[in-house]
């Protein structure tokens, strides 16, 4: 059974930092590519970054500069680094793992918020 179990949502300032967790089950994670999406209320939900087997990161424009994807396959772990956090990054983050199959997290919350 696979469980991608995502932690570290909350509420935050603007300007502020948080660091969000996956950690993964059920999977050989190091042959799986990783994602964080995320949802905002009305929205679509929109891919922030990636990064792939051999460590190649990505990420949306929208964050570049600002949030750091990275893994850590001793730990089955993903993790987004979320520094100078806006308004407008507020949405529920998802984890997603994909290699033959993907697979989702139940998503955490992320609130910026003064």
């Known amino acids: 059974q696979v469980q991608l179990v995502e932690s570290g949502g909350g509420l935050v300032q603007p300007g502020g930092s948080l660091r969000l967790s996956c950690t993964a089950s059920?999977?050989?994670?190091?042959?799986?590519?990783m994602a964080w999406h995320r949802q905002a209320p009305g929205k679509q939900r929109e891919l922030v970054a990636t990064?792939?087997?051999?460590?190649?990161?990505n990420s949306a424009d929208s964050v570049k500069g600002r949030f750091t994807i990275s893994r850590d396959n001793t730990k089955n772990a993903v993790y987004l680094q979320m520094n100078s956090l806006k308004p407008e990054d507020t949405a529920v983050y998802y984890c997603?793992?994909?290699?033959?199959?993907?697979?989702w997290g139940q998503g955490t919350q992320v609130t910026v918020s003064s």
């Open positions: 990064i792939t087997t051999d460590g190649t990161t």
């Open positions: 059920g999977i050989i994670f190091s042959r799986n590519s």
């Open positions: 997603r793992a994909w290699d033959i199959f993907g697979y």
